[in-house]
């Protein structure tokens, strides 16, 4: 049959343009296009064998062939598939928007072959316009196809712009090879991207196609020394080049076998190899679901938090595959971010492999994937809690502070977060000085405690000497310790805990309702009646630094301490914030002086001599500069501080 010119749809056109200068911005992703399509036509010759085996001509060895020609500038791709009839390739690879694997998996659905191992979930070739990648790094790409049975080859040939030839040519073998031209920007010593260097070609299909269930081969050059019979080297001989033929993928993905059939080690080895750690992972999960959407999961929880796990520079997501095949590196929608620590894959077949990904990452099956896989995890981690409670505090000391982050986020996002996570996070606590549960607070809660306790501290060491502290130890209720910046912003956002407010030391009324607290409010209003004009005089010393001074029913040893107003932020949130570039919130601070303590007999003298007198004023600047170093906060001017400071100690 003479050669015929056909031109492209118009929508071809249009597609095709859009598609290599645009939608394509990974060149080297025509390479797994080209091996899915090939794998494809591979399954389909396997399945017409199980009915006609005379349809494999006697070639029963299924393979891949990558051939670089590196003084033609050619890179062949070639299969013995199903391959293709004349008027296929016109229909198929003529209409860019037309799938012959799509038209093939509806046949497929009819004929519901019960004892075939071949399913439309295995297919891997329904890209539909995956072959047209090609133009991206060609100039002009080459068809060769014979279909099996037949007798007659077809040659397709074009430039990608808008048209296409197809002619009659001879081939022996059934399959496809496709030979692309490479354009110069792709191949040579001075390309970005070189697409005929062998070894950057065995780590594109390591990369993208390692698990195809086909072997996919290529020869590569090699030097070696002339030995003798013993197998010595032969002294000052020259190296003789030889061809070896290799198989460049492994083609079974662990994932895809029985959990029962892995070994610990295995599953550690193929960790460390695919995702670059060193470490052992803390633990496995191996997920296999069937339903709605099908999917196969291979998460890790790493033995070790990276050090940037919490940088903007992190680059959270589990591997995407479809069918075996990477579609994506870091899939961002398949986790929530308190989850950002588990690395990970995952493989479904349900999934649509849009050239787009924006709406790859939309799609619905994507989301039922992901909120499947988020409880999975979450209920194995309150499992550990509940079993293991060693295992689940290591857990907690490398990743914990993504769970308190989770939290927080909720404030600014909505979502169930709080719900599934408030029972996993755990508070150092001043009862046994260790780490428990809200849960386990809340049980052990004397009937008079209406709150939850909470101080914050650069360390628990600093927590426990803290002034707040005393009206609580003295009834030996419970205090937990937040010695990380995100724990206060935690509880901000939890609000309260199985009916119970979270109260911080530092922060209002500590709620306290017993006959204790009856007899020290008596007593806190009778000080603060007797010393009426001391606290105003002292507030006006003070200025606009202090909201208000007050006498405090909190205190028990120290001299003085600050607090802040219920409603607004505390002290030590004011500082993360300021520490973080937003110091827009201000705490309200209130100066709070224990009546008994011998500084405010002192300072009650002074003052009887005269408020404007200067030891007066620097007696109230010096005590409200001691309340600021028990907070850890600076005074505004240390040596005016210290200055004062060596005044009063030469008096």
Known sequence: MAKETHEFQAETKKLLDLMVHSIYTNHEIFLRELISNASDAIDKVHFASLTNREILEGDENYEIYIVPDKESHTLTISDNGIGMSRQEVIDDIGTIAKSGTKAFLEKLKEAKESDSDITDKDMIGQFGVGFYSAFMVAEKAVIKTRKAGEKEATRWESDGS???????????????????????????????????????????????????????????ETEEIPRDEDGKPIKDAKPEKKIELRTLNSMKPLWTRDKKDITKEEYSEFYKNQFHEWEEPMDVFHIKAEGTVEYTALMYIPGKAPFNLYHADFEPGLQLF?????????????????????????????????????????????KVIGKNLANTILKKLAKLLETDREGYEKFWAEFGKSLKIGIYGTIYTGGDAKEKLKDLILFYSSKEKKLVTLKEYKERMPESQKKIY????????????????????????????FTDPVDEFTVEALHEYDGKEFQSVSKGDLGLDDAESEQEKKDTEKAEKESGDLLKDIKEALGDKVAEVKISSRLKSSAVCLVADQYGPSLSMEQNLSDMDNPMFKAKRILEINPNHELFKKLTTLHEAG????????????????????????????????????????K
């Open 454 to 481: 909470f101080a914050t501290g650069k360390d628990t060491n600093v927590i426990d000497e803290i002034p707040q502290m005393e009206a609580l130890k003295s009834r030996g209720f419970e205090v937990l310790y």
């Open 611 to 650: 408020k404007d007198d200067a030891g007066f004023k620097d007696y109230c600047d010096l005590l409200y500069t001691q309340a600021l170093l028990i907070e850890g906060i600076l005074p505004d001017d240390p040596v005016a501080f210290a200055n004062k400071l060596a005044k009063l100690m030469a």
């Open 322 to 366: 479809s069918r075996h095949v990477f579609i994506m590196d870091k899939c961002k929608d398949l986790l929530p971010e308190y989850l950002r620590f588990v690395k990970g894959l995952v493989d479904s077949p349900d999934l649509s492999l849009n050239i787009s990904r924006e709406l790859l990452q939309q799609s619905r099956e994507l």
């Open 162 to 220: 808008g048209s296409f030839t197809v002619e009659e040519c001879e081939k022996e073998s059934r399959g496809t090879m496709i030979t692309l031209y490479l354009a110069k920007e792709f191949y040579g010593d001075g390309a970005e991207e070189n697409f005929l260097d062998e070894y950057h070609i065995q780590s594109l299909v390591k990369k993208y196609s390692d698990y195809v269930r086909y072997p996919i081969k290529m020869n590569f």
